[in-house]
């Protein structure tokens, strides 16, 4: 196999991963926003065979010897070819370390959380969600014993989402807010003043928010032949590619700011993946580079 070679099968591995997590990401996208209510064992069904598709995909010998030999030729790659390299071997060595039955299950678990979470709050249910709490830290803590049994699993997932970020490091940084922020709070709550916000609260008709949505994403420059909007129990951020990312948000009549705010945030995830870099698409590197800069450019709006 020449570099090359490798090359372009590094390109097709990740255009088949990035097809499965665009169907697995659709199928969510659907679940939480239009399906019916009991479609929820359905769609953990297909989840979990498009899971562990993506389980064998990444774990078969020959993306093994690839990812191995492209290591052993990283002189000869681009800086990201290099970089994609780095990503797709470190996913490698983690999700090897998952038996695939448990990792299919964990998959199907979540869907079926979400189902129950979306119920539990429209009808302020926590004990009826408590248990998946409880399946899903088990889990994630197992699966951090895969990863490195000899570190806390807090820092464990804390590092797959800041990159070398540990709960001391952590500890310092909060330790150093606590001693301008807390005392920052004691004079405000001296001060007792109370703030009107009866103006924020009065009757705001949803087809009336939802323009006003519209209007919002308009003055941030979002340009909606990429970007739609959806309403779902809780506002989130998807994307699928940089010519498709998806926004949702919930409206409560009596209060506009929530939207409002949830519209703006949300847009701010959605103008990130908007530019992101066409060389960079159907690519590991196709998102946003941590959790922490992805939200520093949502709460920068």
Known sequence: MTVEQAIQKLDELQKKKHALRHASGLIYYDGVTTAPEGASAGRGETLGVLSSLEYELMTNPETEELLKFLNEHKDELTPQKARETVMLTREYDQISKIPQDEFVEYQIMINEAQDVWHKAKRNNDYPSFAPYIDK????????????????????VWLDLYERGLTMEKLDVFFGKLKEVIVPLISKIQEKGDVIDTSF??????????????????????????????????????????KNDVRITTKYHQDDMTNSMYSVIHEGGHALYELHTGDELQYTCLASGISMGVHESQSRLF
């Open 200 to 241: 924020i609260k009065q009757d705001f008709p949803i087809d009336k928010q939802r323009i006003l949505s519209d209007y919002l994403m308009e003055v941030m420059c979002i340009d909606r032949k990429y970007c739609g909007i959806g309403e779902s129990e809780h506002p989130f951020t998807i994307n699928f590619n």
């Open 136 to 155: 899903i830290s088990k889990t994630l803590r197992k699966f951090a014993s895969y990863f490195n049994p000899d570190e806390k699993p807090y820092n």
